[in-house]
């Protein structure tokens, strides 16, 4: 398998514009998580869904997020509108199971300017 | 809410040392925890998980410990290469979660 999949790998985009971030698993997890990481807060969990479901949301920061999981292979988090202080490394990940090892994605490096 | 440190945040070794690690969280009741390695650019690695029945993991130079009724875990790293040079996150998942919280992370750099 080649692992999870992110892209884009890098995104500049302007204040207020629409961001899609986008993610495949690895085949047969039925966990995804998506994560935001700064130097300031670290690695922060956004949401999580299993076997598609949306379980928690609670990490949104707000109403601007959204993500969605339309299939097992695939899944988008979407940022409308974008501000400065999204700039982040937003990172997908996979696993088999709740409780079991993580795969995390290479990353999306968000710069709104 | 589950907090989790890491300590050192940096540290620069010659190479062929052996190191520690550092890792506390505040709430004991945990399902497992796990070490992750990221690269400068690039997403985490696991390196080793450990169930909260076990003591320690180990995978070829990497040996992590759990003590969870004191809230630590090490890792161990024995003779250290340049190639170990990274970040070193320790995350925890509590139990009835099926989420990790992490810490900030060890920066290591091991030089030749």
């Known amino acids: 398998d080649a692992g999870v999949i992110q892209s884009p790998r890098h995104e500049v985009t302007e204040m207020g514009q629409e961001v899609t971030l986008r993610c495949k698993p690895i085949?047969?997890?039925?966990?995804l998580f998506w994560y935001r990481q700064t130097m300031m807060r670290g690695l922060e969990l956004l949401i999580y869904?299993?076997?598609?479901?949306?379980?928690?949301d609670s990490g949104m920061p707000e109403d601007r997020f959204s993500a969605k999981m339309p299939n097992a292979s695939f899944s988008t988090l979407k940022i409308q509108p974008s501000e400065p202080r999204d700039s982040a490394v937003y990172f997908c990940a996979s696993s088999f199971g709740g409780g079991e090892k993580l795969f995390f994605g290479s990353g999306t490096q968000l710069s709104v300017l | 809410k589950q907090e989790v440190t890491q300590i050192p945040a940096a540290l620069s070794v010659p190479e062929g040392e052996n190191l520690v690690l550092n890792c506390s969280f505040t709430?004991?009741?945990?399902?497992?925890l796990q070490w992750f390695r990221q690269d400068p650019g690039k997403g985490l690695t696991s390196l080793l998980l450990i169930q909260s029945s076990q003591r320690e993991q180990t995978s070829g130079r990497l040996n992590a410990s759990l003590d969870k009724s004191s809230g630590r875990s090490t890792l161990y790293i024995a003779a250290s290469q340049p190639g170990d040079s990274a970040t070193y996150l320790c995350a925890v998942m509590n139990s009835g979660y099926s989420t990790l919280t992490f810490g900030k992370g060890t920066m290591l750099l091991v030089s030749p």
């Open positions: 085949s047969g997890h039925d966990y």
């Open positions: 869904f299993n076997n598609n479901v949306p379980i928690d």
């Open positions: 709430d004991s009741a945990i399902y497992n």
